[in-house]
């Protein structure tokens, strides 16, 4: 062999050993990267008493009671246990795929500076009494990636992460909490009385449930309603009704009266909402009873009878759940709102705020000419 095939041959080795070297160098370090993020998190789930969630405008407290959760700023309002459980079990699960950025001058290209001025940072910490379990922030997610991920970095670490998992945490307090009050479709409701602090009440009614539209009552002498349409939104007062904050009943007690509702159906339910303004807002409280003289609603009324391909579809066991009484309805929604004063969308204000001369109007005369 000669000396030229032996110095391709080396070369060869070389480059050989060159390239896999580089390899090593850049291959996933897997142990690495398949760590949990939080070490031990998962053990302790069930023993976390708060969990603090920042950003750079907004602070939320979520606190363990019994075996439910609430929002401490809000009043104590009961929080949605579920989605706790769900941010706990998904914090726990997370795995750390690479390092990225210990500058801090770059944090914020992957959103996980200390929340704060000009930050998207959002930061969660977990406690089991006073010990602190885990303190991270949360950043952008990466876009494209063939599971869920994110950029995250422990708080008081310089290093930030990108890990596997997905996160479903917000600073905002709402999106902790049961927005829904109560949903009382349109073909139940019989009679929407609105009662301002000065001037004539508001009534508007039906005689069926299946009618489409409310009469607008007492209209004045040489007055007729405006539209079938604006005096039937009344009737709308408690479809899906949720509301955007919520305090104490208690904190609003010396609020200035700002006028009433009352909401009665055809199956006996009266829903009566006082109005209060404190603090420069509206605050709405609930009063809910039975009435007794009226007649049950035919079971059909606002519901969707299956058809018969529905029906031969169903599955053996799916069983109808019992439909709640209009006791057991009244019971439920007197329980859950009893204590609370809610702030209600400013659509849902300005139906409830409707004075009589908002729904009336001088006659329109017909031109000559024109058809009945």
Do not use: C
Not at 193 to 207: D, I, N, Q, R
Not at 213 to 228: D, H, I, N, W
Not at 316 to 338: F, G, M, S, W
């Amino acid at each position: 062999m000669n000396g030229k095939r032996l110095a391709v041959i080396a070369l060869t080795l070389v480059l050989v050993g060159v390239a896999w070297k580089v390899s090593v160098d850049k291959a996933p370090q897997t142990e690495v990267q398949r760590s949990a993020l939080s070490a031990g998190l998962m053990d302790r789930v069930n023993d976390v008493t708060r969990v603090e969630l920042r950003d750079g405008q907004r602070h939320t407290t979520l606190e363990r009671e019994g075996d439910g959760w609430r929002v401490a700023s809000q009043d104590g309002f009961p929080a949605n246990t579920a989605a706790v459980r769900r941010l706990l079990l998904q914090l726990a699960g997370l795995e750390t795929v690479e390092p990225k950025t210990s500058l801090p001058e770059s944090y914020g290209r992957i959103g996980v500076a200390d929340p704060g001025e000009g930050s998207d940072g959002l930061l969660v910490e977990v406690w089991a009494g006073d010990k602190n379990l885990l303190g991270l922030i949360v950043g952008h997610a990466r876009d494209g990636g063939p599971q869920d991920q994110r950029y995250v970095r422990r708080a008081g670490e310089a290093q930030s992460w990108l890990v596997n998992g997905k996160i479903e945490a917000a600073a905002d307090p709402i999106s902790w909490l049961d927005a829904r009050i109560v949903d009382v479709d349109t073909a139940r409701v019989r009679r929407v009385t609105l009662t301002p602090v000065e001037g004539p009440p508001v009534v508007v009614s039906k005689s069926k449930p299946e009618d489409n539209f409310f009469a607008l009552e007492q209209v004045p002498v040489g007055k007729e309603p405006r539209s079938k349409a604006l005096v039937s939104s009344l009737g709308a007062a408690l479809l899906d009704l949720r509301f955007n904050a919520v305090a104490n009943a208690a904190r609003i007690a010396d609020g200035k009266p700002r006028g009433s509702a009352l909401v009665e159906t055809f199956d006996g339910l009266k829903a009566q909402i006082e109005l209060f303004e404190k603090d420069a807002k509206t605050y709405a409280r609930f009063h809910f009873e039975q009435d007794p003289t009226a007649a049950p609603a035919p079971a059909t009324v606002g519901a969707k009878a299956d058809t018969p391909e529905e029906a031969a579809n169903k599955p053996a066991d799916d069983t109808e759940k019992p439909k709640e009484t209009v006791a057991e309805e009244v019971k439920r929604l007197a329980d859950k709102t009893a204590d609370w004063a809610y702030v209600l969308p400013d659509y849902k204000l300005r139906l409830l705020a409707k004075r009589l001369d908002d729904l009336v109007q001088a006659p329109i005369k017909k031109s000559a000419g024109s058809a009945d």
